[in-house]
């Protein structure tokens, strides 16, 4: 490759501008955590800097959450050209994914969903084939993760969402049956394994990075790739719904000591838990092809690519040495590809991937205020 | 007025096009509650199609909703030149009054909200003051209506929202602490009085006809109105909380038999219950001046205005009619003017404003599948 390598800056996500604003809205919203007292009702403290927010109310603990997108429905806009199919379904199952696969992290069982359809103008909304995929496909995704569609919204917002555009969120509400369900870090120890839960392909995260790629390709999205797809076409794989391997390890009576969904800042998401441990990976996946296709025409090493994408492994679960292969066992009977991928040492806080030779520090995520 | 009147289709919104798509949605979300039973979770049947979802956990009735600002943020941008103000802590509060003044209507207690704050460009995070101005105006609110912030997306998404602008949504989780407080309709009864809460202004509806009028103003935003302030700034006054009026309500004793938000549809909402009533209303609040004038400077008749506007009043309560003059009082007392306006009677499903002359029927409605 000659040319500069593309990174997150380069494709327009600079997420030191949304920093700041993110720990300016952290602190001031644990501020407002006294005005749950005269309802009766607590949040769980550790809950909040996790992936779902955790109220206690009279022993019933509720978890909720809202999440986007992304910028992937746009990948479907343009590769609806070229395979004459709206792949609105696929996007629907993305964006409940991203909603649900944070809230099982704290040990959660999705209930329900609400949809935030907020399109670009009403004409939006009157292409019938685009829509009946988004109903669909948000019904099926509901269906694979056992949960209610409460409800949503859909404004259409000219002048805020771009014209032919569609901003896609969701909310999850969730519950967790006890208080020994919840994950939300105290159990942690060194000595306990990582089991990844395989991708499905580039999810819903590093899709800047993969749309900016295709101003550089002669083809576009129509490129072919190492397993004879388009680029495109691959890109749009939907995102790998985590609840039946959840729901099916709490079956089981397998408790994660603690959880992690790979999403922004790629496997760095590993060391997302707050204390300083060292996660040593001894065994990794294989890469989805497009997101190997990425990495090589982009032309970014193994730094930038574990750092920023998933590369094959979609979800970390820290569990008991003793419970690792029994939890990869069911993941994978849960549909889910699945493997004993490492483990968690005392040590300075990082990321050591041993087949590449590769680690990422502590000063390399920035998640907490 | 020579112009031609303004309406709802003349400024962008095409509820025709909207609806198709809501009613599939409603149909396949309705198909999705089955997914309860296996949780030992089931919903309120009742509150589908009502203005938020509630599930009953084990005997813990939890109510939950997502909702969007809407295109107010585009005035407040358009102001802030004019003004030197950002306004942002105003349309803070617009868009969680959009939520938890849906949440309320059944009955809940609203105890979290999670706030999706979705920018066309990581640049929006970078000016200082507005930021602050968002975070504070956020936080009030959830002091005011005594809930937690539970946390929040704040997604940078060039090409989806449009440069330099934000597309801003709530979602809320409430309870609901008994049966007894449900207000989903079943109460709702003949010779029950209405008791309609103030609103301060446009609330957040009707935004986009009073964008579009500012096309015909020669001073914009800075035309002065009838109380001396400018259209913009008047348009900017944050919707009103109704929160701490239900809290007093409940607080003394009063469920509301039946709630509706005035929001679009403006007072064609008051007959939102799915029954067939006549709502008679005798009393009519003083129209705030932004209003009166948006109807002048519009060209527009009072059965456009009341159908579409919330021309005073943004809160409906429909409760017995020995509570009615308390309910009023609580309502003051907790800092909105409020008045009985009128009664339920049985009859055809209509909105009948006696002192307009004024009628709405059931077919000028349409909300349900």
């Not at 049956?177 to 159990?187: A, E, Q, Y």
């Not at 388009?230 to 009576?253: H, R």
């Not at 040593?280 to 750092?307: C, K, M, N, W």
């Amino acid at each position: 490759m000659t040319q500069t390598p593309l990174d997150y800056s380069a494709a327009g996500v600079d997420y030191d501008k949304i920093d700041p604003l993110k720990i300016l809205a952290q602190k001031a919203a644990s501020a407002t955590q006294h005005n749950l007292a005269g309802h009766g009702v607590s949040e769980i403290p550790a809950s909040r800097g996790e992936s779902a927010y955790v109220m206690d109310l009279g022993g019933t603990l509720i978890a909720s959450i809202t999440e986007c997108l992304g910028t992937k429905a746009l990948v479907a806009d343009a590769v609806r050209a070229i395979s004459g199919r709206t792949h609105y379904d696929s996007i629907a199952q993305d964006t409940i994914a991203m909603a649900v696969n944070d809230l099982i992290t704290v040990g959660a069982t999705p209930l329900s969903v609400h949809a935030y359809w907020s399109a670009g103008g009403s004409g939006w909304f009157a292409d019938e084939e685009r829509m009946r995929d988004l109903v669909s496909g948000w019904q099926k995704a509901c269906d694979v993760c056992k949960v209610s569609w409460g409800g949503g919204e859909t404004p259409a917002l000219a002048g805020v969402v771009e014209e032919g555009r569609i901003d896609l969120a969701a909310s999850s509400v969730g519950v967790i049956p006890s208080r020994d369900r919840l994950t939300l870090g105290d159990k942690l120890a060194a000595g306990d394994a990582i089991v990844l839960l395989a991708a499905s392909g580039i999810h819903a995260n590093g899709v800047s990075l993969a749309r900016k790629l295709v101003e550089r390709l002669p083809e576009g999205y129509a490129t072919r790739i190492s397993d004879g797809r388009t680029y495109g076409e691959a890109l749009l794989d939907p995102t790998t719904l985590y609840v039946p391997v959840t729901e099916a390890l709490f079956a089981a009576g397998i408790v994660p000591h603690y959880s992690a969904n790979i999403t922004g800042h790629g496997w760095r998401k590993i060391m997302r838990h707050p204390a300083s441990f060292t996660y040593r990976i001894h065994t990794l996946p294989d890469v989805p092809p497009v997101l190997s296709f990425i990495q090589q025409h982009a032309g970014i090493d193994d730094r930038e690519a574990y750092g920023s994408l998933n590369m094959g492994a979609g979800f970390a679960l820290f569990v008991a040495a003793d419970q690792a292969e029994e939890c990869a066992r069911i993941a994978r009977e849960a549909g889910v590809p699945a493997w004993v991928a490492g483990r968690v040492e005392a040590g300075a806080k990082q990321v050591v991937i041993e087949p590449l030779a590769l680690s990422f520090s502590a000063e390399e995520l920035h998640l907490r205020a």
